[in-house]
Each structure stands twice: as C-alpha cells, then as structure tokens.
C-alpha cells in the first residue's frame, strides 16, 4: 500500500532533480559563455597594442631616416612588436584563446610580421638561436601547417545552410 504523502515525496524528488539539472545546464552554459567573452577581451588588448604600435611607428619623425637615432627607434619598434607578437602566440599555445576564428582572424597577421618584419629584421643568431620568441615560433609553424582551421562537421554543415 502506497501512501499519498509518498506519492507527493516522489513527485518532489522528480522536481529538485530537475531543478538541479537545470542549474548545471545554465552553469555549463555561462561557463562557455564567459571563457568565450575572456578570449575576445584578450584578442582586443591585442589588438589594442598594434594599434598603438603602427600609431607609434607614424610618429616617428621620417627626417631622422638616416641617422643613428632612427635606426635605435624601429629597433625599440621591432622588439614592442615582436613582445606583442610573442603574448599573443602564447595565449593560443597555451589554450587561452581557443577560438578558431579568433586564432585564423589574427594568424594572418602574425604570419605576415612574421614574413615580412621578423625574418628580415633578425640577425642571423637570432634566426638560429630557438630561445627567442619560442611561441612566436611554433604557432607560426601551426599556421603555416594549418592546424588551427576548423574542419569539423558542424561548421561545415552550417556553412552550407548559411550560404543559402
């Protein structure tokens, strides 16, 4: 024989458990949320400090082009940029900025200063030498190899429908 008061105890159970369900869903969802929000923070300040940076190289006086003082000035440039270049490799290495499209968006970058500005500008020990700008270095070479291109199903077939 079932008691009435047990039959209103089982319909309980059955609510909180859907209830705290809930909450971990909602959780979960914040949580992806939030990392996503972190990731376009930090891509911003990134893009903040080439901004400045190319503002920076614009008021450098073009006057001083052949003196000593100029060369020192896109020396101090070159190393801001490369710093810069370097944070920003490290944050994806590391798994901090994630996003693919964050990653390609801003890998088109690094791998033109890379090209044009890095293998230019560094001396040859510094080519050689594998200690400076590591993580520059190795997500140049996971650009250059294409791992960062997303190539799963979903965004292949949302592709299609968006295309509609």
Same mark, same amino acid.
């Given at each position: 024989?079932? *008691? ?58 073009? !006057? &001083?082009?052949?003196?000593?003082? *100029?060369?020192?000035?896109? !020396? ?8 810069? &270049? ?48 590591? !993580? ?29």
């Amino acid at each position: 024989m079932i *008691y009435p008061q047990a039959e209103y105890v089982q319909w309980i159970e059955i609510i909180a458990s859907l209830s705290v369900t809930g909450a971990l869903i909602t959780t979960l969802y914040i949580h992806k949320q939030t990392k996503k929000s972190t990731q376009f923070k930090l891509s911003e300040t990134f893009s903040d400090k080439l901004d400045n940076l190319h503002e920076e190289l614009k008021n450098i006086p073009s !006057e &001083l082009e052949d003196s000593k003082g *100029y060369s020192s000035q896109i !020396e101090s440039w070159n190393d801001k940029l490369f710093n810069t &270049l370097e944070w920003f490799s490290f944050m994806v290495n590391e798994k901090q900025i994630t996003n693919y499209k964050i990653i390609n968006f801003f890998g088109k970058t690094v791998v033109r200063y890379y090209d044009k500005i890095f293998k230019v500008v560094s001396s040859e020990a510094i080519m050689k030498e594998k200690d400076y700008f590591p !993580e520059l270095r190795k997500l140049y070479s996971n650009l250059r190899d294409g791992k960062y291109i997303d190539t799963t199903l979903w965004y292949k077939t949302r592709r299609l429908f968006t295309d509609i």
